[in-house]
């Protein structure tokens, strides 16, 4: 949890764990260097913010902005050469760039993503019963036959069920009587 203590009107002083961070609001500037390097508000300033009555969208750099970007890519941009006609230096040219070391963690990979902050897990829905919490596989709901209601269920468990004498005899495919 990040502390602040008013040093004046544009001085701030953030304590963060065991570390205290500088905040100058008339410079822009703070002790861990990252408002400075990237223009834009770090942590510590965003807790500044957050407690007086500073804009965090104001302490931005314009570089950031829209129009910014636009005017950025609004002039001719030229294509490239033939890769034969490029002039690179010698110095340059018996660099061998090789990919960076990565080394696999120990275990078994994690088959699914770590949901971010707030975002909840989905249901599975049964495509069966349409009922969520499970899957068709695992469905223990009788199967509905109809719209109106009408389910299904083994004839063990069923004793109405027409199929369930056991003097019923399907009948025979070819007669052959009338031939």
Not at 62 to 70: C, I, K, L, N
Not at 108 to 118: A, F, L, T
Request: include cysteine.
């Amino acid at each position: 949890m990040l502390q602040i203590r008013y040093a004046d009107e544009y001085n701030f002083d953030v304590i963060d764990g065991d570390q205290n961070f500088c905040v100058d609001m008339a410079l822009w500037t703070c002790t861990c260097g990252k408002f400075q390097l990237d223009q834009l508000p770090c942590e510590h300033v965003l807790v500044v913010v957050r407690k007086s009555a500073y804009e965090a969208y104001d302490l931005c750099s314009p570089f950031y902005s829209r129009e910014y970007w636009y005017e950025s890519y609004s002039g001719v941009i030229n294509p490239l050469p033939h890769i034969t006609s490029w002039c690179i230096p010698k110095d340059v040219s018996s660099f061998k760039i090789m990919p960076p070391d990565v080394r696999t963690s120990a275990g078994r990979r994690r088959k699914r993503r770590i949901p971010s902050v707030g975002e909840e897990q989905s249901q599975p829905k049964c495509s069966r019963c349409r009922e969520s919490g499970h899957n068709r596989a695992t469905c223990q709901n009788p199967i509905a036959l109809h719209p109106s209601g009408q389910t299904f269920t083994a004839c063990s468990t069923n004793p109405s069920f027409q199929g369930a004498s056991s003097s019923y005899h399907p009948p025979s495919s070819i007669d052959d009587t009338n031939s």
